[in-house]
């Protein structure tokens, strides 16, 4: 079965520069969420989406912004990027609005490191 | 603050052996709760999922149980073998106070080691 999909699975990106993360959700899934996990932490929610609109949004850092497109995919681009930026991002896509009782599935996630 | 608490952080036990993996959390206002599991360097394999409504759900080996009134769940192992030996992490998604979500709260996870 088709999973999540995301791109680049890794990127090094120097501080101040500027990074965007593809994810292509399960086909048929309409909501897309972002997480970011650290080193040896637990991922934490960034910002999700429902049909293409932000429904609901966690510790997203100003510098960083999301969206979702018409063919459901979404990205993350995020700037002025820092040494503490680096982590491993994981998009996630399931069906249905909000709290749904539906499964999320994960991707395998994009490993950024910042130098 | 919600919370999500995992209780062993890490477990080692031999082949065989049933276990129980244990996760609390700190409001009972959930949607519902999602074990998943994690390999080093890899992304998140949904184990079992649970409504807030169910007290439980089962998967071949595993079971998950849910008792929202007392903020807790666990997970249960059956005849556990080397290759269950990952990361499981508990997520809860927690209802907001203007009625949706804040995505997945996850606890911070059991390593569980399988010897051979």
């Known amino acids: 079965a088709a999973g999540v999909i995301q791109s680049p699975r890794h990127l090094i990106k120097e501080k101040r520069e500027t990074a965007t993360l593809k994810c292509y959700p399960i086909?048929?899934?309409?909501?897309v969420y972002w997480y970011q996990q650290g080193p040896g932490q637990d991922p934490q929610f960034l910002i999700s989406?429902?049909?293409?609109?932000?429904?609901d949004k966690g510790s997203i850092p100003d510098r960083f912004s999301a969206q979702q497109f018409s063919d459901y995919h979404s990205e993350l681009n995020m700037s002025s990027l820092e040494l503490g930026d680096s982590a491993l991002y994981f998009c996630?896509?399931?069906f249905g609005e909000g709290p749904s009782g539906n499964t999320i599935y994960f991707g395998e996630g994009s490993w950024l490191t910042v130098v | 603050k919600q919370e999500v608490t995992q209780i062993p952080a890490a477990l080692s036990v031999p082949e065989g052996e049933n276990l129980v993996l244990n996760c609390s959390f700190t409001d009972s206002a959930i949607y519902n709760l999602q074990w998943f599991r994690q390999d080093p360097g890899k992304g998140l394999t949904s184990l079992l999922l649970i409504q807030s409504s169910q007290r439980e759900q089962t998967s071949g080996r595993l079971n998950a149980s849910l008792d929202k009134s007392s903020g807790r769940s666990t997970l249960y192992i059956a005849a556990s073998q080397p290759g269950d030996s990952a990361t499981y992490l508990c997520?809860?998604?927690?209802?907001?106070?203007?009625?949706?979500?804040?995505?997945?709260?996850f606890g911070k996870g059991t390593h569980l080691i399988i010897q051979p």
């Open positions: 996630a896509s399931s």
């Open positions: 997520a809860v998604i927690y209802a907001n106070s203007g009625g949706g979500a804040d995505g997945l709260t």
């Open positions: 989406f429902y049909e293409k609109m932000q429904s």
């Open positions: 086909p048929r899934h309409d909501t």
